[in-house]
C-alpha cells in the first residue's frame, strides 16, 4: 500500500488549508484512515481519523470544530480540511491507514500499518 500526501504549504493564522492523501489500494480494505502531526522535537501525535465501517470520525480535541477528515470512496482518497489554523499547529502531517485495529488504539500511531511521506504545514501568526 502507497500512500501519497499534498496540500501543505504556509498560511497566517486564521486561514485554511486542505490535506489529500491518495491511496494504492480501495479504501474499504482498511479498517480506519487517518492524519498524525510531528512538531519539531516532539513526538508523532493524532489528528484525525476516519472508520471506514460507517464513516465514524474521531479527533484530537485541539482540533475539533476546526478540523474535518473526510473521504472519498471513489478517488481512493482521504482529506484532512483544516480551517481557522493556529500557529501550534504546524507541524509535518502524515496519513496513515490500518487494516486492523480496535476501537481503543485509533489514536495510537502504533496501530497504523501504513504511511505517507508527510507533507508541511506552517502557521505563521
Known amino acids: 500500500v502507497q500512500l501519497q500526501a499534498s496540500g501543505g504549504g504556509s498560511v497566517q493564522a486564521g486561514g485554511s488549508l486542505r490535506l489529500s492523501c491518495t491511496a494504492s489500494?480501495?479504501?474499504?480494505?482498511?479498517?480506519?484512515m487517518g492524519w498524525f502531526r510531528q512538531a519539531p522535537g516532539k513526538e508523532r501525535e493524532f489528528v484525525a481519523t476516519?472508520?471506514?465501517?460507517?464513516?465514524?470520525?474521531y479527533y484530537k480535541d485541539s482540533v475539533k470544530g476546526r478540523f474535518i477528515i473526510s473521504r472519498d470512496n471513489a478517488k481512493n482518497t482521504l482529506y484532512l480540511q483544516m480551517n481557522s489554523l493556529k500557529p501550534e499547529d504546524t507541524a509535518v502531517y502524515y496519513c496513515?491507514?490500518?487494516?486492523?485495529?480496535?476501537?481503543?488504539?485509533?489514536?495510537?500511531?502504533?496501530?497504523?500499518?501504513?504511511w505517507g511521506q508527510g507533507t508541511q504545514v506552517t502557521v505563521s501568526s
Open positions: 476516519i472508520r471506514t465501517d460507517g464513516g465514524y470520525t
Open positions: 496513515a491507514t490500518a487494516q486492523r485495529v480496535i476501537q481503543s488504539a485509533l489514536r495510537d500511531p502504533e496501530a497504523y500499518d501504513y
Open positions: 489500494v480501495r479504501s474499504g480494505r482498511m479498517r480506519a
